[in-house]
């Protein structure tokens, strides 16, 4: 067998390909995140939400405008860059999300899109699908939300769809799709990861993340001008082992660090303003040996580009991902085409 | 063994500077004490650039668990030093 060869970074990036990826990604690198739970009240009632589990559920809400500027003048002082809001239904008190707006003005917010969140907030819009309209009923007790979440953003380039794989909507993602890219919307994956104490029928086995692996894979090759995923994408959700196991978590919930990165930065502030160091991650209250959440992988997978910068291949499989995270995430930022079209193993945690 | 470690901390503010495209300010006078974090404002993805860097001209592996501990270019210096030592 002949010995693995061993490159530099700087012959890595030395290929035009290769470098002009890593130029248009590396401008992003001054991105530092932290999550709002906006509300905690929902318009509707999903199977196991990861929002009404734990304690955030029962923070107070505080409605004031002028509380939640104050909060994030304080988050831009603090270096925050970049917000995601969230829980319950931030469509709910578009005048929070909109004082958010005004003084930071990159952003995401994630919404089952039942309630259109007013086009002066330009953020990311992150509108969640769980299958089609027969599964939505049955786990969200919502009729017709696919048709109601595409006429609320039709036409719309702050929206991507977020479609989230259980072992039982897997086929169904083909059906929705379909429905999206006849519609020019855009999707990305998302997997289920079940909350701390979930017991419930939704959480992934390894036939079901084999099966979507497939799913994905083919959705991708499919339509790759609706699907904003890339392989590597599919090889780390899709793993038997969790997102933590694979890439040790960068969140301050598993990450004792306050020196550096997320561990130093990252907050996520509950509906009464506080927060909590030992329960601050990006979906509060999932089972972390279980979590291979996309927000999660936007964070942790692309927080380990060093170990990644080991020959052309992985480190491309690295900017295909950093690429997607920023293509779902950031308003603006287009996704280009996958560099790395195989499945590419994740270097070893050590 | 000083002369070394003045050299290395000359070459990892080049690098640190050409990287992270830093203005005013040069190799030579850049503060070998300042904290990359709180003083230069330099983050897990910037260290991450830097360390890959490094990497190249020292022929080293850097932790992404010793990040955290790199906060001045001196310590860098020392961290690179040692390194380079224990594999001799």
Known sequence: MAAQQKYKF??????????ERWEKVRRYFFLRESTYDMSNRCNIRCDGCYYFVGEKQFAEENNSESDWRQLFLSEKERGITFVVLAGAEPSLVPQLCAACYEVIPLGAIATNGLKPIPKEIDYRIHISVWGNDQTSQAIRKAPNMLTRQMANYQGDARAVFVYTFTPFNIDEAREVTEILAAHGHKITFNMFSAPVGYDGSLRHTPQSLAKTRMMMRELLADYPQTVLFSPYNIVAHTNEKGLHDLFSCTYPRMNPSTD??????FRQYRTDLQWNRDAACCVPDTDCSDCRHYAAGSAVVTARMYRHATDPVTFSAWLDYADTYLAVW????????????????PPPND | MSNDINQTITRIAEIIINELKLEDVTAETFDADLDLVN????????MATVALFLRDEYEIQIDEDDYPKLTTVRIIAQYIDNKRNSNE
């Open chain 2, 39 to 46: 003083e230069v404002g330099i983050d897990s993805m910037d």
């Open chain 1, 260 to 265: 550096i990165g997320l561990g130093r930065s």
């Open chain 1, 330 to 345: 950031v308003r603006g930022y287009e996704k280009g085409q996958n560099l790395c079209p195989a499945f590419v193993n």
């Open chain 1, 10 to 19: 700087s012959d890595i990036i030395a290929d035009p390909i290769i470098n």
